[in-house]
């Protein structure tokens, strides 16, 4: 398929998916005798699953390294590409650590701001109450 099919299939602009290519993102897409790019299913889902990864956070440089290592295809290349999964889940639990320290202090901002409006409630009843009974 061409390069437009694909990228309407992918939900990606056809720029993103030359740029991809260019930086070695997705392995090269094979072309026909006039040049031009010629999807088949293997490179469809080679993107799905850069999208995949890339919506989960993990990082160019790491899918670039990957991707490379996937294209030279030898066993000897599996270990390595284990090794920058596991590398991008340590630093991607990090980011989630990071994030729930976070998320716990504006829990505990919001929850003084609460605190400051139920107080301010109470002392406005309070103060009714005392006009009321004078």
Known sequence: MKIAQAAKQVELSTATLRYYESIGLIPPVKRNGS??????????????????????????EALIEYTALFTEGADHTIEPRKNILINERKRLKEKQREIGETINRLNKKIEDYEDILENEAKLKGSLKAECISE
């Open 35 to 60: 040049g031009i790019r010629d999807y088949d299913e293997n490179d469809v889902n080679w993107i799905q699953f850069i999208k995949c990864m890339r919506s989960a956070g993990l990082s160019i």
